[in-house]
């Protein structure tokens, strides 16, 4: 399986924020907004602290997708 944050990005377009405003905001690092950029996996602690940040719950920034074998 393989982790998708578009659905992050899109809020963050939504809600007019910059990758740099999400990192002011929750107080995670600049090495772990790189991660979410990339698609790589990040703590479940960044997770929340982002969803407490934007109001919305884990399934509103993330998804889960299959890997093409």
Do not use: H
Not at 33 to 55: F, Y
């Amino acid at each position: 399986m393989s982790v998708s944050y578009k659905k992050l990005w899109k809020l963050l377009i939504d809600k007019d924020m910059k990758k740099k405003d999400l990192q002011a905001a929750t107080g995670i690092s600049w090495a772990s907004v790189t991660k979410l950029s990339k698609g790589e996996k990040v703590s479940m602690d960044v997770l929340i602290k982002i969803c407490k940040t934007l109001e919305c719950d884990i399934g509103d920034i993330m998804e889960l997708t299959p890997d093409k074998d």
